[in-house]
């Protein structure tokens, strides 16, 4: 496999021919980029309307959730991004979560809506639980809390000021839907030169060709697509504290 993925089987391999595998190889795409110094925690929308309440078959669970991702946000997803929180919050690194809430009339979504023959299921409606981040994963005290209107965290929302005041060099990247929300993040923050970080566990997506194509996409031309242990190491490698000067909520975890 080459410089395509350095970390065993990658997740499109199943889906990824030959010629485009020797294409990928030839022009030079796919090397490691490797980690910044200074990393944000982003996690996309990891909310009940992107899980559901729970590992219902996916058929079942858009019933009521329009935008559900069915087991693979519960049995995968979830636990690999409690397992980086719980890493990055040992070193007080800043984690910032997003979500997506809409006007009741879908206005402020624009077009977005025009796609779904749901757009008026209530779901994602301002103050609906479909907006909360699920329990397992819930925001602390001092995390940094971004709604957003459109697919990418950046769009129309502080959350590159956010980073440049935190003097961040790099993101790790999870959440919800690989080939949406999360792809669309990660490709505008490269274009503001931050290194991006996807560990495939803790992406999910309501569509598995969606989720494995995403990947290799993101990880041929934008950013390092890695596992969890991966990252998990590398964090851990870290020195405790580095936004402490920076970030409030840091330097009070510090003296606590």
């Given amino acids: 496999m080459g410089a395509l993925y350095e970390r065993g089987v990658a997740p499109w391999d199943d889906v990824l ?3 485009d595998r020797t294409v990928f190889e030839a022009a030079g ?19 009940y309307n992107f899980c559901g309440d729970n590992a219902d078959p996916i058929l079942e669970s858009i019933k009521r959730w329009r935008y559900a991702c069915g087991p693979e946000a519960w049995t995968r997803g979830v636990p690999a991004i409690i397992r980086i929180l719980e890493a990055a919050r040992s070193k007080r690194l800043p984690v910032i979560y997003t979500t997506n809430p809409r006007r ?9 809506n025009d796609k779904s023959h749901r757009s008026e299921d209530v779901v994602d409606v301002m103050g609906h639980r479909g907006n909360d981040i699920v329990d397992e994963v819930a925001p602390e005290d001092g995390d940094i809390f971004i709604e957003k209107r459109k697919p990418s965290a950046f769009f129309g929302t502080p959350l590159m000021s956010h980073l440049t005041n935190l003097k961040a060099d ?8 690989t080939s949406g929300c999360v792809r669309a993040t990660a490709v505008d923050a490269i274009s503001y030169d931050l290194k991006v970080t996807i560990p495939h566990e803790a992406a999910f997506d309501r569509s598995q060709l969606s989720h494995k194509v995403a990947l290799m996409d993101v990880h041929m031309k934008y950013c390092d697509v890695t596992d969890t242990d991966d990252v998990v190491e590398y964090l851990e490698s870290l020195e405790a504290g580095l936004f402490d000067a920076q970030f409030p909520p840091a ?6």
Wanted: charged fraction near 20%.
């Fill in 17 to 19: 021919d030959e010629t």
């Fill in 29 to 47: 795409w796919g090397r490691r980029a490797g980690f910044g110094s200074r990393p944000a925690i982003v996690v996309i929308d990891v909310n």
């Fill in 104 to 112: 009741p009339d879908g206005f402020d979504l624009g077009v977005w």
């Fill in 170 to 177: 790099s993101l790790i990247l999870m959440g919800s839907t």
């Fill in 251 to 256: 330097a009070a975890k510090a003296g606590a």
